[in-house]
């Protein structure tokens, strides 16, 4: 792209000239802090650090950072996975610590500048290996951005900010609501006579893992989900289907009927492994894939609505956490893990009784998450445009 494209007092540049990658290598062991960051502890719907770890936790050399360093997920970069430091530690080495260049690019704006679509695209593209894409420094170093100028940098960090505060907001109500959420639960739950049993003497469908076969961009065969699908209780089909082919055979053993309940098999997020959520619309012969399990209950025993809300509920979901095993930074649970797994289990009219209650704080709850969603994409978009501005039409 010639300079003549750009907008005025815009310039194309090399990453490596706006950002260095700050490669200082630490052992946890003589680490002199208490954080640990690994790659399953960045969330991509956030940039800023909501959990970490303990370096005692690990083995291996980690990398450290400072505060307002950018921890970014070059292994898989396609999970959008980075965060703001807002104190220093170490991370895994699987991450790249992003420090800006603060004479030509703001510390504030690079954070965003990195989620923006093309700058996303491009570290996909770059990315080398099968199994585990990872991004060589080297090369992202060479690859070349459209930026603004400084002054308008800070103009659009200022508008940036100010949604991710609106946003962050948002989230403490939902969190809050949560936890209303969980404590009606249990406090239902004590007032009963209730019984633990084992999820294996509940389900009318036993455990069974899905089916992937290769996805083709072209749509041809049967609509399939992605990981993401199962969120906040619910199996959510927007942006979370895309297309495979299967034989009939296939198609019948693990073909989607509202009323199933999906669990996470994997996740990087240990604590979005496990988590359940409850089929309710289905596109026509739709399959599940092998990241994700599928129960259903007994419906004279557990009403799916009660399930889900007590699965998904910290405490319970802590206990099945604890069969969760690591291969490759991948925690996992499988088949025998859920049918260990315990409920509490009331008669069904007090089931009843408490999913009506959780309904009046959950259509609260999605009414914030909402306002989040809105408020996220126009984040989103306000960098994507800003970025595809600088070419004129």
């Known amino acids: ?45 956030t940039i800023h650090l909501r959990q970490w770890g303990h370096p005692s936790d690990v083995t291996g050399q980690k990398l450290a950072f400072k505060k307002g360093d950018v921890i970014f997920g070059r292994r898989r970069a396609y999970q959008r996975k980075l965060a703001v430091a807002e104190f220093d530690g170490i991370c895994s080495a699987h991450a790249m610590v992003v420090r800006a260049k603060s004479k030509i690019i703001l510390p504030e704006f690079l954070p965003f500048f990195l989620q923006a679509d093309m700058f996303m695209e491009r570290a996909i593209e770059i990315s080398v290996g099968s199994l585990s894409p ?33 946003v962050e907001k948002y989230k403490e109500s939902v969190e809050f609501l949560n936890a209303v959420k969980s404590q009606t639960l249990r406090d239902s739950l004590r007032l009963e006579s209730t019984c633990e049993v084992i999820c294996g003497e509940l389900y009318s469908i036993p455990p ?32 979370n289907t895309k297309f495979a082919e299967i034989s009939q055979s296939d198609l019948e053993k693990f073909r989607l009927r509202a009323g199933d309940i999906l669990i996470v ?22 399959f599940y894939p ?72 959950g259509a609260r709850e999605d009414e914030l998450s909402e306002h989040i969603e809105v408020l996220f994409r126009l984040q989103r978009q306000i960098t994507n445009d800003v970025i595809r501005g600088a070419v004129h039409v």
Not at 146 to 165: C, F, H, N, S
Not at 210 to 235: C, Q, Y
């Open 1 to 45: 792209m010639s300079k003549r494209s750009l907008k005025p007092g815009w310039n194309m540049v090399k990453f490596g000239d706006i950002a260095q990658n700050v490669a200082v290598r630490v052992d946890p062991a003589d680490a002199r802090t208490d954080v640990y960051v690994g790659l399953e502890h960045l969330d991509p719907s």
């Open 134 to 166: 990872t991004i060589n420094w080297k090369t992202l170093r060479m690859e070349e951005f459209q930026l603004p100028p400084l002054d308008e940098q800070k103009r659009i960090t200022e508008i940036l900010w100010a949604a991710d505060e609106a």
């Open 208 to 239: 069974r893992n899905g089916f992937s076969p290769k996805a083709n961009a072209s749509g041809a065969g049967h609509p399939t989900l992605s990981i993401g699908a199962v969120r906040n209780g619910r199996v959510d089909l927007n942006g």
């Open 265 to 286: 098999r994997g996740n990087g997020n240990k604590n979005l492994c496990g988590k359940a959520g409850l089929v309710t619309k289905v596109p026509e012969d739709c």
């Open 290 to 361: 092998d990241l994700l399990i599928r129960i259903a209950f007994d419906p004279e025993r557990v009403l799916p609505d009660f399930a889900i809300a007590q699965w998904n509920d910290p405490l319970t979901h802590r206990n099945l956490l604890s069969f969760a095993k690591s291969t490759n930074g991948i925690w996992k649970i499988n088949g025998k893990d859920l049918r260990q797994h315990k409920l509490l289990v009331p008669n069904l009219d007090v089931q009843r009784e408490i999913v009506n209650q959780l309904s009046v704080i």
